[in-house]
């Protein structure tokens, strides 16, 4: 019976490790920046502004759809984020459509107007900033290259810039997104995270929204999945959504298969597949932006925050992004907490999410290890109880004939 209580204290002990184990950030070689997307102007808006102004985010990544009022000025919008995080973050803008010009009518301001009053500051980029841009952090010895897209907007300004932005396979944003990614991957750059307003996979309102126009074409999910991107940060849905680890995906289809790490423990293998998250949370009404576990592309996720689950809370989500991994923790205004890594693997954390993601033999082990432990000790106190405990080595002889 022994062996039974060896074997529940080696799973006890698998499954408490620290992570801190497998992912360090060190401070002289790591950097951390915020991201999320609908933002608003308003008190909850003003509340996620104060605490990133105090969280030490290096830069802070706007993910589209900004301030939801129209007749309120781009420039005012930009005065408010500016009067509670200061001048000197790096707030880099991507829009969403609600300042393309197109698919609200009339806009909520225009990116072109938006990207004056809240310039780049992150240093040197390359392609059109607001629209479709990417740079290396930090600027020497990087380690991660931002790649910003905006697949399935329709970019009509009053300069005349008039463009869909289309992500269809073969495509030249396409093109660009795909050789993007391998000109980091030739540079030895550590991490690729991808960035866009609009959603693919979700579980929330939306379907997939990326493609030829309002259909359903999701040759760009695929693509950063095929090309093994590390991270893809998105908006668009009012909620909090984090994905499992995928190495393909078809939307509106849950496939098993596509899953290498369900995330449960929110421990990512490095290389394994894509993390998705869905982060709309930022200031802007979440009213009816609840999540549909029911549909296939809920099976897809890990953790959710929304109306129908875990409830309303406004905020971001920080990530720390070192040579070793990229760390992650929500910051919202209520008790709903999330964090996950994505790092580097090893023999013990193999073993630690092997029994994190076959929860039912974890369970039956742990219950045999109890029933056993409980019946060893029975077993043993009726024996005493009895007198029939053997002698051990070094008793003294009875002193009875």
Aim: proline fraction near 4%; glycine fraction near 10%.
């Amino acid at each position: 019976m022994k062996w039974i209580f060896v074997l529940g204290l080696v799973v006890l002990s698998v499954l408490s490790l620290n992570d801190d184990n497998w992912v360090r950030a060190n401070a002289a070689t790591s950097f951390t920046f915020a991201a999320a997307g609908d933002f608003g102007q308003n008190a909850n808006t003003n509340a996620s502004l104060i605490r990133l102004a105090a969280s030490g985010a290096s830069l802070f990544l706007a993910l589209g759809d900004f301030s939801y009022r129209n007749g309120s000025s781009e420039n005012h919008w930009c005065g408010i984020v500016r009067s509670h995080v200061g001048q000197n973050i790096p707030f880099e803008l991507l829009a969403g459509n609600h300042e393309d010009g197109e698919e609200i009518r009339p806009p909520d301001g225009y990116i072109g107007n938006y990207t004056i009053c809240m310039p780049n500051q992150i240093g040197p980029i390359v392609g059109d900033y607001g629209r479709e841009y990417y740079f290396d952090y930090p600027a020497v010895n990087p380690l991660a290259r931002f790649i910003l897209i905006s697949p399935g907007l329709n970019f009509s300004e009053p300069n005349g810039k008039s463009d869909f932005y289309n992500y269809d396979n073969g495509s030249s944003h396409y093109v660009w997104t795909a050789s993007t990614i391998d000109g980091a991957r030739s540079g030895s750059i550590p991490w690729v995270i991808v960035g866009m307003h609009k959603v693919c996979l979700s579980a929330g309102m939306f379907e997939c929204h990326i493609g030829a126009y309002l259909s359903i074409r999701p040759d760009i999910i695929q693509l950063l999945i095929e090309k093994h991107v590390d991270l893809v940060l998105q908006g668009h849905d009012h909620n909090y959504q984090r994905s499992k680890q995928l190495n393909c995906v078809t939307a509106e289809q849950f496939q098993n298969s596509c899953v290498v790490n369900s995330g449960s423990d929110g421990f990512y293998n490095r290389g394994a597949g894509t993390v998705f998250v869905v982060d709309g949370t930022f200031g802007a009404s979440q009213d009816g932006f609840d999540v549909h576990l029911s549909e296939p592309d809920a099976e897809y996720f890990a953790k959710f925050m929304a109306p129908n689950v875990n409830g309303v809370e406004y905020g971001f989500v920080k990530y720390t992004v070192s040579t070793d991994g990229i760390r992650a923790q929500t910051n919202f205004d209520g008790s709903f907490q999330d964090s996950f890594q994505i790092g580097n693997s090893g023999i013990l954390r193999t073993v630690q999410q092997f029994f994190y993601d076959n929860y039912m033999l974890t369970g039956a082990i742990v219950l045999v290890v109890m029933v056993g432990t409980l019946t060893i000790f029975l077993f043993t106190r009726r024996k005493r109880h009895n007198g029939k405990v053997p002698k051990q080595a070094g008793d003294l002889p009875s002193s009875q004939p």
